[in-house]
DNA sequence: CCAAAAGTGTTCAGCTTACACCCATGA
DNA sequence: TCATGGGTGTAAGCTGAACACTTTTGG
């Protein structure tokens, strides 16, 4: 036993942080969440959100603390990114950095607590300069992600629960970044089978107004163990 | 200064290792490369090969070095797959583990480097019982696998640089395991012009023997830049 | 009554899939 | 000469892409 923990003591111990590129939709733009940076060194600079992983905490937990201090959130889809591991990524010292991104929907959001935490939402096309090797994970982030939604319903993430075909067309115009034809989408997206059309109507954003739907999770299980795969 | 580095300090450092799961294919099975673990805890049971991330190494640099030591080869296709930190997933200590994967060609391969160091090829189908999380860790490289080499042609790294069509098709099949039409499967991967055919043929499978083809890298980049996407 | 967004079908091209026979050669 | 694996073409169905007009209603 003893020699046993001889063998890893030879070895160094790093200090290993978590980063988080919050991703949110607000009907327009797909926007990320950016705080001034609160400590030393590169003090109020723009950054992600992130903080070390402390003695007691998996990553992933410690992932979702720091979501939930800045934020206020929890239950929210949060997932391992990529880890960063450059010596000399940090100029202070070494940090070894498990980057995570998270898809919030913005309107269940408590948007006080962000911004008594120095948090601010840019949108993904014009976003200041980052710390560190952070415009790297940003950019691997939306790349995950654009690829992610394609094969997997993860966009409902970023809606609230009731939203409409349009909204949702929306939110895929802005993730890829290009226009959509809304017959050919509507169409593809409704042969699914896995969205529930509500009797009401959302009438903000027409005078005509648009029907309500909800993602059914569990059909979209169901039909997950039966071999259907999501593809939009 | 001072107080910067203070800031850190307040945070726990932890072990940091890195595993790799090394895919080779032999015409057959796809198979992965196991070692008998030779350090206690656990010393003796069937184990990814690992090491510990050292003061100036970045952790790709690390698993590099892992694979050099452990089979000699460099210059492989090596991937970073993802990052187990659960707190308990080591008995002894606390290790954060960072997974790769490797694609070798098994036939450039020195096998008695492998043999040397108690590692052993086995099929993915088959192989023994793994210790901590590294079952887990191998179902997730075969899972990266799969998906990843539709859309990218990362199955050449796993054959020789000359391969026939058949040969290239058995490859598939054993990642995906299952069988795939022969007519389809050439005609879709020459339709994508990345193939150079070759005068020679493989006459070691068949009497009437197969033409050996190459894989165009530079072909594929120059594709690729104009927006062009394999798929297979 | 008009501006603005919601909602709806059809056609065509290209791709995927299924499927069966001849070829070359070594033993 | 025969057993073995290599190599080839076509037809049918399905999917993705392009495209324009009607509906509703608040102002």
Known sequence: MNKTKTTYQANPR???AVDSIVFGFDGEDLKIL???RKIEPLKGEWSLMGGFVQEKQSIDQAAEIVLKNLTGLDNVYLEQLSTFGEVQRD???RVISVAYYALIKL???DRQIVHNNGGEWFSISNYPKLIL???EMVQTAISKLRR???TQPIG???LPEKFTIPQLQSLYEAIWMQKLDKRNFRKKFLSMNLLDKLEEK???NSKKGAFYYKFNKEKYEQLTSRGFIFEI
Request: proline residues 4%.
């Open 107 to 109: 309107n269940e959001y």
């Open 91 to 93: 100029p202070i010292d």
């Open 156 to 158: 409902f993430e970023l």
């Open 14 to 16: 790093h200090y290993v």
């Open 34 to 36: 950016l705080i001034k």
């Open 202 to 204: 959302d009438k903000e």
């Open 133 to 135: 090797d952070h415009e």
């Open 148 to 150: 992610k939604c394609r």
